[in-house]
């Protein structure tokens, strides 16, 4: 006779413990989050350029987040491949993604961490005059700039491998998909002044920089883009949230009217953050007189 | 321990892999015969819920598997199943594969889920193997792996789906002692009609998407008794003859050469005329 008496809340949680397991012996994750530490000691220990850590983001994006796209996928397949051994089983299909996404707390934490230090070494370590806060960018604004490039990131890389695992799997789909993520950045963080409008419609990546396009002869100047990117922060995790749950309707049993209701309701909640990110804030690039080195 | 088919069919597209049948599974190791084609994954897979069937009902341990999702997982959590193919996910340790399995069986204690899959790993006698990876385990190895994942929680509806296939004699005999120890039910599909002969309460044997003969192994034997020979020469149309170790010529069916001694009827025999009957003869 069988043995196995439980609750589906009780499998979840054993499950999720499972995966953060094999999130965090991820020899990827492993591999990013010391790429990350690496970073980190070398932001204290090296000379400063006057930016502190106010530049640093990037890290926890790439090492965390794109990386967390090919850690997430390869989760996902091997659940359904074991799941597949078993022929079926008693963890549906949405349980077993639901602990995938709570195994996202393992790269957020990581990135969490990152923040911290990275916040520590902004009131240890200011920026200098030329770079930011400066104008509308406060720093709390900055700090929102990085929990957003960093913290949100770190998530959204997993979430888009778990979305892309469910939906369109399939080998080098993980790979193409870092490949355009990885391209839109660059086009996006506003150093070519013909994405400008681009960016109105769709503000991605960095608020503030030495852009490019804004630099006058030899001289580079910093340059706060318009918008809030307090609300920016709430419209990606409103996205990487949406995320989840679009993986969750993947399993057929689970397509119920309320899942159905939070993601209508996600969606229209992203839809506002993005207006609010757009229309509040400054409505035009403002930038830092002072010059910042080349 | 009782699984039931109710009229249950399925079709892909305009082929139909299993008619309409209906089946009572009560208990013991029921073997299930047939050609490649016959319907037996099919059917094997409907029942571990792993497929739904185009008609009727199958209910397992009185919980509808055709029903809702809630009484689907109810039915699941009463049984363990072993596909005829499996694709092993990868970087994982035997252990580590099993007991990711054991979590999806809803094993939530690590310790004693732990001592579970150290259960099943020695009833297969890869206890030596468990921190092995699963890409250096051998073909029979992974194959009793893969045994062991469907003997967690000793399920009381046991479906095995070839699992001989890849197992030298040896381990073959071994799986026998532990199928024949399960308390349950125990449904399996083989090509190997010794095993069916050796181990089964009762023999089903499907052929074309259609039950073609539901009985015990003795009753399978009896309905080709007085129809196996041995002579120097083949049978008239025979359907297979071969000429055996001893020089002498074994047929099946037919009508016997004037030398020819009947002999006993193999399981395997009465399988291969059963095959051959024309449908709507008794059996």
């Known amino acids: 006779m069988s043995t196995v008496a439980t609750r589906p809340a009780g499998a979840l949680a054993a499950l999720a413990r499972t995966e953060i397991r094999g999130y965090a012996r991820s020899p990827l994750f492993l591999l990013g989050a010391a790429g990350l530490a690496a970073m980190a000691v070398v932001d204290w220990m090296s000379t400063d350029d006057g930016s502190s850590s106010t530049m640093s983001a990037i890290a926890p994006a790439a090492l965390l987040g794109v990386v967390g796209m090919f850690v997430m996928s390869i989760l996902t397949v091997r659940s359904d491949r074991a799941a597949a051994v078993a022929g079926a089983v008693a963890t549906d299909e949405r349980t077993r993604t639901g602990a995938l996404a709570i195994a996202i707390v393992v790269p957020a934490t990581a990135a969490l961490l990152w923040y911290a230090q990275a916040v520590a070494l902004l009131f240890v370590r200011p920026p200098a005059d030329w770079a930011v806060p400066y104008g509308p960018m406060d720093t709390t604004q900055v700090l929102f700039v990085m929990a957003a490039l960093g913290v949100a990131s770190a998530i959204g890389g997993p979430v888009l491998g778990l979305l892309a695992a469910r939906w369109i799997p399939g080998r080098g789909v993980i790979a193409v998909g870092a490949v355009l993520v990885i391209a839109i950045t660059i086009v996006l963080q506003g150093n070519f002044s013909s994405t400008w409008g681009w960016k109105a419609a769709w503000p991605w990546t960095y608020w503030y920089g030495p852009m490019g396009w804004r630099s006058e002869g030899d001289e580079v100047h910093w340059v706060v883009t318009p918008g809030t990117p307090i609300a920016w922060l709430g419209y990606l995790l409103a996205l990487c949230a949406l995320g989840v749950l679009v993986a969750l309707y993947h399993d057929r049993t689970a397509r119920g009217a309320r899942l159905r209701g939070w993601i209508v309701g996600l969606l229209v909640l992203a839809a506002v953050l993005l207006a609010l990110t757009l229309t509040l804030g400054p409505s035009a690039a403002v930038i830092n007189p002072a010059v910042a080195p080349a | ?283």
Request: net charge neutral; with cysteine; hydrophobic share 40%.
């Open chain 2, 1 to 283: 321990m009782t699984a039931t088919l109710t009229d249950v069919s399925k079709s892909y597209g305009s082929t139909v892999a299993l008619h309409p049948t209906s089946l009572t599974l009560t208990g013991g190791v029921i073997g299930l015969l047939g050609p490649n084609g016959a319907g037996k994954t099919t059917l094997l897979r409907l029942l571990a819920t792993a497929m739904a069937p185009s008609t009727g009902s199958i209910s397992v341990a009185g919980h509808l598997v055709t029903g809702g999702h809630e009484s689907r997982t109810e039915a699941r959590r009463h049984l363990g199943y072993l596909p005829q193919e499996v694709t092993y996910p990868s970087g994982m340790t035997a252990f580590g594969f099993l007991d990711y399995l054991a979590v999806l069986k809803e094993w939530q204690q690590a310790a004693t889920r732990h001592a579970e899959v150290r259960r099943v790993l020695a009833l297969v006698d890869l206890g030596d193997r468990a921190s092995a990876k699963v890409r250096s385990l051998s073909g029979g190895q992974r194959r009793r792996l893969a045994i062991a994942q469907a003997l967690i929680g000793a399920p009381q509806l046991l479906i095995l789906d070839e699992p001989t296939t890849g197992l030298d004699p040896e381990q073959r005999a071994s799986l026998r002692g532990i199928l024949s120890g399960l308390p349950g039910t125990v449904l399996l599909s083989t090509h190997q009609t010794e095993d069916v002969s050796a181990l089964c309460d009762r023999v089903l044997v499907l052929d074309a998407g259609c039950i073609r003969f539901d009985g015990t192994v003795p009753g399978l034997l009896a309905s080709a008794r007085g129809r196996v020979h041995i002579s120097t020469a083949p049978s008239d149309d025979a359907l297979h003859t071969w000429k055996t170790g001893s020089g002498l010529v074994r047929s099946v069916g037919g009508t016997p050469a004037p030398d020819a001694v009947s002999v006993d009827a193999s399981v395997e025999d009465a399988y291969l005329l059963l095959r051959h009957r024309p449908e709507g003869v008794p059996s």
